[in-house]
DNA sequence: CGAAGCATTGAAGTGCGTCAACAATCGTGG
DNA sequence: CCACGATTGTTGACGCACTTCAATGCTTCG
């Protein structure tokens, strides 16, 4: 079941096999939820964090007038709240952008983990660390790159943050958003959105159709978007 | 020499006269640098991380043709870097913006916490968490806002957080940045984030001259911006 | 099969960028 | 203490990337 999450982890440092029954054990249950549902609501006071073992899930911050931004999209394997154990509520809502099966992980279990585990508290600290780069990353893309070169960045840091799960098969992989999400992502009108997936299209860069995307070109994907994978953390360490 | 420091945590959470003691043993000794000078630059190799006593730093990231996007201010009691400790490296630059002190703290200390001081860790880990909520917000106002309004939410931002460490005086606090540096951290060219504070003073919102803020009319400046304080977790809280 | 959401297009508007000049301030050395 | 170059702040004219508004066709799914 947490195949996919191990990986990610892995991908970053070694985890034994005790220390994989350690995390086996930190779910508590299953939580199964249809597509576009507020999955936590920013202010919450929340008890437990949810792994995300399958799907997608959109953290976005809204203003007064309803323009919405998507501060980050989470994936399968990754901990889609796991910094609400220290904050205790969410500053932010997790929406789901298809079904998700979530893993719930009771702060109980974290605490103790933190108290008998300190290790895996160390990894644990470090996705969440990893998280913030990926925030810095869009802050970079959102203040200074143009709006092609911003929607080029997205999709080349989903291809390898998919890949290191397994979920990209020929350069292509599932994008479930809608135009006005991607529109949210990147600080755009739907409309211009629009035009830029044309754009990226009539470039040769990508294909998009029914709810998937394919990587055409992605040496100049990655040119255009000045794309660089290390605020990603891909490589081993200690810790 | 922590007192601020100590201040940015009780703000959040208890912390007892021996934990004290265990905060202030992590630093290993200080370090001063001018300003503007490059304290940690994006990719180098990291075994301590800095906890900033005085003055002010910028963390940014810049693309190829020099764009730079200042990602997050650190005043004075932020662990600047703390995040380094798991990611090894940063993905950004940390640049002084004033003369600065820094407190030392080799990461094999902040290891052994984890180790010994479960509940100290938790804090830690807390305060890593803030930074990211606060990239979130800015990823909002980079997104979303208009420039009045961005220029707004980070003097409301800056005002509250600089009035937990006490460094704010009849609404007034020092301000080093240069408008380059404004503009960097709004994501406009400084010709316009000379405009918009021009705009600011014109409507009686803050007075801002010799590196010096003085916010005239609070209520109306957190509207103009939709400024709420949750994303910065001031309250006290169990952990 | 109808309604609702989603994608696409065109035309016109605007917030912010670009370019260029100049004024004010600062830091430094003579 | 003044001279002077460099940085910072300010202003105006003009341009453009992106927005706004509005309409139309295309999917999807009760």
């Keep these: 079941m947490l195949g ?8 970053r440092t070694t985890v034994s096999a005790e220390e994989e029954q350690i995390i086996t054990a930190l779910v508590a249950g299953v939580r199964e939820v249809r597509p576009d549902q507020a999955v936590v609501r920013a202010g919450e006071e929340l008890s437990s964090s949810f792994l995300l073992l399958d799907g997608w899930i959109a953290r976005s911050k809204d203003l007064a007038g309803g323009e919405r931004q998507i501060t980050e999209l989470n994936l399968a394997g990754d901990f889609v709240d796991l910094h609400g154990f220290t904050l205790k509520r969410l500053d932010h809502d997790l929406r789901s952008l298809t079904p998700c099966r979530l893993g719930v992980v009771p702060h109980e279990r974290l605490r103790a983990l933190t108290e008998e585990y300190p290790r895996l508290a160390r990894i644990y600290w470090l996705m969440t660390n990893i998280d913030a780069a990926i925030h810095r990353e869009w802050a970079l893309s959102l203040g200074q790159r143009s709006a092609l070169s911003h929607m080029a960045h997205l999709f ?4 390898v943050r998919l890949d290191v799960t397994g979920l990209v098969e020929n350069a292509a992989y599932d994008f479930p958003l809608t135009q006005r999400e991607v529109a949210e992502c990147l600080g755009l009108t739907v409309v211009h959105a629009n035009r830029t997936i044309q754009e990226l299209r ?4 990508i294909a998009l159709e029914s709810r ?3 990587i055409l070109d992605r040496p100049r994907l990655e040119q255009l978007s000045e794309f660089e994978p290390h605020y990603l953390s891909l490589e081993l360490r200690e810790i």
């Design 4 to 11: 996919v999450h191990l990986r990610k982890l892995r991908q």
């Design 202 to 205: 009539r470039r040769g860069l």
């Design 212 to 214: 998937r995307v394919r």
């Design 156 to 159: 080349c840091e989903l291809c």
